[in-house]
């Protein structure tokens, strides 16, 4: 069974970005128009980051793209969206992450974490098997299943009051005023 | 004893002779300086201008072409090198290879050619497939491999892609391009069709 837990921000119409992906070796294979990179892989797409082991992309007919993105090691693929106008980030980690690039959405699968911070201070967070993040609209779902970061396979959510949100972007408001730098979290090395 | 003398005394001298020649022969050895084998200089042995190579498989197919503006063949390695060279790998059923620079050196009977300064190999397109462009500064054929290489940094452009790396190998029979390091790929936003895109309907 999945317990749908729909969390929203604001939603934009964007202007498609340029996909840029640094790793240590690729393999384009022509006929299947698979590109797999390998080692370190940093995809960036507009303010949207990701890190890997391992990217299999492939191409379809109108141009679309379809990523999966893997690790080897115990660590997580890590998806990282910046959103410099509310002074908040997404975080998001999972054992796998899938990339829908008509639908332009990031699915994190495997101990799925998505964590929303605020002037650098983490506020919302919603975890399960699946959380499917919708890069257009910025709204995020989670799918509970027995991979799930929590016991009993549950989805969990947490939510801050909308008050202390508000209070936290006030607070990042008046430091760039000042001229001061924006707290973000750090990203963790590829 | 005295009638045993002649016979040590021509003993002593034929012993004598062959040390006397031996140490002759030695000694003009050593004194004339010998000339050293001649050493085969990479100098052409003949030239031409406006050239065309064609080679052709064992059917008589032709599978590779090269054409430049000047020609010169060394007889030391059989190999020889082209000026502003266009080599094109035209084996039947692959799409075509053409590579272009400022010079190529053509070895192995005409199976290896390196193209050197401003090297770029173009792949035409097919119906199933988008050109492919790889530049950089010396790429190599191998024509019977049907297969370009370089272990120099390069550039590889293709749709709306552009993949940068240290060191690429493009299998034109598998259609496999691989790039051995330091791989930066941009991949350039979808032109923007007339119609909206699907959006997501709100609950």
């Known amino acids: ?190 | 004893m005295r009638d045993r003398f002649p016979t040590i005394a021509s003993v002593v001298i034929l012993a004598g002779l062959v040390i006397g020649t031996w140490f002759a022969a030695e000694h003009t050895q050593r004194a004339v300086t010998l000339d050293a084998p001649a050493k085969q200089t990479h100098e052409p042995d003949s030239w031409g201008k406006v050239m065309l190579m064609l080679r052709t498989d064992e059917n008589g197919v032709p599978i590779s072409r090269i054409e430049g503006d000047y020609m010169e063949h060394f007889p030391d390695d059989d190999s020889y090198d082209i000026r502003y060279p266009r080599a094109m790998s035209i084996k039947p059923g692959q799409p075509t290879l053409v590579g272009t620079s400022k010079l190529a050196t053509v070895l192995d009977d005409g199976n290896r050619i390196i193209m050197k300064q401003d090297a770029l190999v173009m792949r035409l397109a097919s119906d199933t497939t988008e050109p492919l462009n790889v530049s950089s500064n010396e790429i190599t054929l191998l024509i019977n491999e049907d297969v370009a290489y370089t272990d120099l940094p390069a550039t590889a452009v293709r749709n709306r892609s552009t993949l940068k790396g240290v060191g690429m190998r493009y299998d034109n029979k598998t259609g496999e391009l691989k790039v051995f390091d330091s791989t930066d790929v941009e991949i350039a936003p979808r032109a923007r069709q007339a119609q909206p895109p699907a959006t997501e309907k709100k609950p």
């Open chain 1, 1 to 190: 069974w999945s317990q749908n837990a729909l969390l929203s921000a604001s939603s934009q119409d964007k202007e498609e970005p340029a996909t840029q992906i640094l790793s240590n070796e690729l393999t384009y294979d022509e006929k299947t128009k698979t590109s797999v990179f390998s080692g370190e892989v940093i995809m960036t797409r507009g303010l949207l980051k990701l890190l890997a082991d391992e990217l299999r992309l492939t191409e379809d007919a109108e141009g679309y793209q379809y990523g999966t993105a893997s690790m080897d090691e115990r660590k997580r693929v890590y998806i990282r969206q910046d959103r410099p106008e509310s002074f908040e980030v997404l975080e998001g980690i999972g054992e796998r992450a899938e990339y829908d690039g008509r639908a332009e959405t990031f699915d994190l699968i495997g101990k799925a974490r998505l964590t929303r911070f605020i002037c650098g201070k983490p506020f919302d967070s919603i975890s399960g098997e699946r959380v499917r993040y919708y890069q257009k609209t910025d709204r995020y779902q989670a799918f509970s299943g027995p991979n799930s970061d929590n016991p009993d396979g549950r989805v969990r959510s947490i939510a801050q009051p909308r008050a202390k949100v508000d209070a936290a972007i006030e607070a990042c408001r008046k430091l760039q005023a000042s001229g001061a730098d924006i707290p973000t979290p750090p990203a963790p090395k590829p």
